[in-house]
Every structure is written in structure tokens, then in C-alpha cells.
């Protein structure tokens, strides 16, 4: 069983060592974090599955048995965990964006292009060492925008007018038909554009902080589940995009003074079973149309968001819902507002971000946001899905943290899950870095 997420030191997991990594960088230092979007801890482990680049990292470096997540364990929420060092109840992200409202009685939609600053309730450690003087960039970073807020950026939607990508234009690093074409273009084009432009910009600017994402990972086991064969070759080819990477630290003449820091945002399951709480809400007549529903659910994967979206039948609604969800086949567990805190979910408050329930998919299953058809169906064709979003604790859903170089000699002992790791090293620079005194 899950076990419920009452540590709260797991929200100090990341941030240390990045901190460190940025105190570092304030003697001409660097520090590299490439985020595998979805790279199980599991797979990391698997000795069936090569990663020499990962390995021989880890070997010299230091590796974790696996980074356990926050909730909900997808990829926005857990990016800026990563970056502020606390839970989603403090910095704010539950989705890959913003849950906005379309009116009372209607559906929520999410919004990815809000700015950082209303999205993220709290300063992230690019901020805090761009404060402390020092270069920053990102490359597919998320929750990040507008790019203004980094030295040099290559963003997930980059403009050709841009500065850093006209540069990079000039220097044929990348086309304006890649940039022109990006909305229409294969993950496996993005992932390698977003390598180039990493690796350009290690080479001529040497940021002092280096935040960049690649996503084939999650797609691919998107599409064809985990630990299958398309799941483990996606995870193989982003092994070797780490190669590149290495070798723009080179050019750059920087790999003596650059610690390097790969990181996961959340695992992945496999599931065959699709369970739609939206079409068993329109069955029993709490939603008829996504423009006329008295609740909405939005799906996470392993996990669905209940909201009730007509403020004057909310009490009709959360009392029909008490009954709703039992005895559904995969669904296995209601969180209702007095446990969202032990799960590090918001407060809940009428019209706010957080939903009022939180369903729980037993692994095999996974939610999905249809409306209509059954209320559970089989996955179409004949393989798995994949999904996230299950509760932290489910051990499938640990992230990979391996680092190398400068100064991760001190990580060496780390233990399996970065808790104890809080230690010494972020004092003395988050002290005056502007980081919320959860952080500290
Ligand atoms: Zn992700």
C-alpha cells in the first residue's frame, strides 16, 4: 500500500543539492541539471537495461536509490519542487499549468502559459543565484515563463525573434524551419533541438546554472507503457543525449569546474484498464456537457482531481460524491480535504486551485478525461499505456538522481532518498538568498 506523505522533510529532497552546487558556482563554478522527464528510479536499476553513460556517471559520482516524488507526481508540480524546495501546497503547481475556471456550472480548463510569476508562489533557486549575481539559462524548463526571468533561454516554444535563438539561428545550430514548425514536429525533433541548443550555450556563454528538459522519455512511455521495449529505448537514447552534453562541457573547457546533476520528475506505470470519472458523473447526472456539469474531474494518471464547479448545489454534489466512487473497479481510495495535507495537497478553498476530492487508481488502472462510453474500458489495442500521477510512496513512481563532478564528492553517502540530505550546505547561501524559510 501507499504509504500517506507525512514527512514533510521529503520537500527539502532536491534543493540542497542544488544550492550547494550554486554556492559553488559563485567561485566559477557551474552546475548542469538535465531532467529525463519520467525516467523510472526502477529502470535505473535494472541491469537488463544498459545505461553506460548514467553508470559510468554514477560510478565516479554519487547515485541515489531513487527520489521519491511529491503529489501530485507529475511533471510541472514536481519540476518546481525540485527548484523551490517545497511541497505543491506552498509553491502552487498541481497540473502542467494553471486550473482555470471556464464559470460557474462549467468544466475547469489548465492554462500552461500563465506567467511564472502567478503560477510559482514561490522564488525558485534560479532566482535566487540570478539575486546572488550569477548567469542562468533553461532549456525546456517548465513553469518558467516568460524566458526573461533566465540569462539565456531556448524555451519549449521558442520564437525566432527571440535574441539567444536568432544567435543560435546564425550560428546553424538550429533552422528557422525547425523553429517554424516546432507545433508540428515529433518529440524525438524537440529532444534533439533542445540537446543543441544545451550544448551551444554551455559552449560560448558558460552559465553559472544550467536548468534543461527533455521529454522523448515520458512521451514514448506515454504511448507504449514502461519497461517494454519502445519504453527502455527511449530511455536509452536520453543516456546518450547526456554524451552530448558531457562533450559541450569539454568544448566549453569547463568540466573540471561543473558539477552535473540528472534528475527525473516522477516514474511510470503501466496500466491496460481506463477508468473515466467524468462519464460516471454524467451517468448519474451531476454533468451533462463540459459547459453544464455540477462537478469535473481532470485526470493525472494515477490519480483524478474531483472539483465541484456549481457553487449553489455544492452541498447536493459533495453528498452524492460520497457514495459515487465506491465499489468502481480499479478505483481504489477517495481522499476527501481533511487528509490533503498529509498527501502535501493544498488547503482547500471554494474557488481556489485545489479540487475538493482526489480519486486513486490501484496500479493496472488508469483515469482518463472522457465523458462519454463506459466508466471503465480496456485500453484500445493490444499493449499498455503508461501513466503517472500515482501517489508518492508507490515505489514506481521514484526519480533517478545521479551526480558527477565538482563538488559532488559530498553527496557520496546520500541515502536512498534525499531526506536526511538537508544538511549544512544550503544554510549559508539560502540565508541570503531570497528562498521562502521553508527552504532554508
Ligand atoms: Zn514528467
Not at 264 to 276: E, L, N, P, Q, T
Request: aromatic share 8%; charged share 20%; net charge negative.
Amino acid at each position: 500500500m501507499h504509504r500517506p506523505y507525512t514527512d514533510r522533510r521529503v520537500q527539502f529532497k532536491f534543493l540542497p543539492v542544488l544550492l550547494f552546487a550554486i554556492s559553488a558556482a559563485a567561485q566559477e563554478r557551474h552546475v548542469i541539471v538535465i531532467s529525463l522527464d519520467g525516467f523510472p528510479a526502477s529502470r535505473l536499476h535494472d541491469s537488463n537495461v544498459p545505461f553506460p553513460v548514467l553508470r559510468r556517471l554514477a560510478r565516479d559520482g554519487a547515485i541515489a536509490e531513487g527520489m521519491k516524488p511529491v503529489n501530485p507526481t507529475v511533471t510541472w508540480p514536481n519540476h518546481t519542487s525540485l527548484v523551490t524546495g517545497v511541497l505543491p501546497a506552498q509553491h502552487g503547481l498541481l497540473y502542467n499549468g494553471l486550473p482555470v475556471r471556464n464559470g460557474d456550472g462549467k468544466s475547469l480548463r489548465i492554462e500552461p502559459w500563465v506567467e511564472k510569476k502567478e503560477l510559482v508562489l514561490v522564488p525558485t533557486v534560479a532566482d535566487a543565484a540570478r539575486d546572488a549575481g550569477q548567469t542562468t539559462a533553461e532549456v525546456d524548463w517548465v513553469a518558467i515563463y516568460p524566458h526573461t526571468s533566465v540569462t539565456w533561454a531556448f524555451p519549449e516554444r521558442p520564437q525566432a525573434d527571440q535574441p539567444e535563438v536568432r544567435e543560435l539561428i546564425a550560428e546553424g545550430v538550429i533552422t528557422t524551419d525547425e523553429i517554424r514548425d516546432s507545433g508540428k514536429t515529433a518529440i524525438t525533433m524537440h529532444d534533439d533541438a533542445w540537446v543543441r541548443a544545451a550544448a551551444r550555450i554551455i559552449e560560448k556563454h558558460k552559465p553559472n546554472v544550467l536548468l534543461m528538459h527533455l521529454l522523448t522519455t515520458d512521451s514514448v512511455q506515454h504511448t507504449y507503457g514502461t519497461n517494454t521495449l519502445a519504453g527502455n529505448a527511449a530511455l536509452i537514447l536520453a543516456d546518450r543525449q547526456i554524451e552530448r552534453v558531457l562533450a559541450a562541457m569539454d568544448r566549453a573547457g569547463i568540466r573540471d569546474s561543473t558539477t552535473l546533476i540528472i534528475v527525473s520528475d516522477h516514474g511510470f506505470r503501466s496500466y491496460r484498464k481506463r477508468i473515466a470519472p467524468n462519464a460516471l458523473l454524467r451517468e448519474q447526472g451531476l454533468l451533462r456537457t463540459p459547459d453544464d456539469c455540477d462537478a469535473w474531474a481532470i485526470s493525472e494518471g494515477g490519480t483524478a482531481l474531483v472539483y465541484v464547479t456549481r457553487e449553489s448545489k455544492r452541498e447536493v454534489t459533495v453528498k452524492a460524491m460520497q457514495d459515487l466512487f465506491r465499489n468502481i473497479p480499479g478505483l481504489t481510495r477517495v481522499i476527501w480535504p481533511a487528509e490533503f495535507e498529509q498527501y502535501g495537497f493544498p488547503k482547500w478553498m471554494p474557488g481556489g486551485r485545489m479540487a475538493d476530492l482526489v480519486l486513486v487508481a490501484e496500479p493496472g488502472y488508469g483515469f482518463d478525461g472522457a465523458i462519454d462510453g463506459p466508466v471503465v474500458s480496456d485500453v484500445p489495442g493490444n499493449i499498455p499505456a503508461g501513466a503517472h500521477g500515482y501517489l508518492s510512496g508507490d515505489p514506481e513512481m521514484n526519480e533517478i538522481l545521479v551526480a558527477w563532478g565538482a563538488g559532488s564528492g559530498w553527496v557520496s553517502n546520500w541515502d536512498w532518498c534525499l531526506i536526511s540530505m538537508l544538511p549544512r550546505p544550503s544554510r549559508a547561501f539560502s540565508a541570503s538568498s531570497g528562498l521562502p524559510a521553508a527552504a532554508r
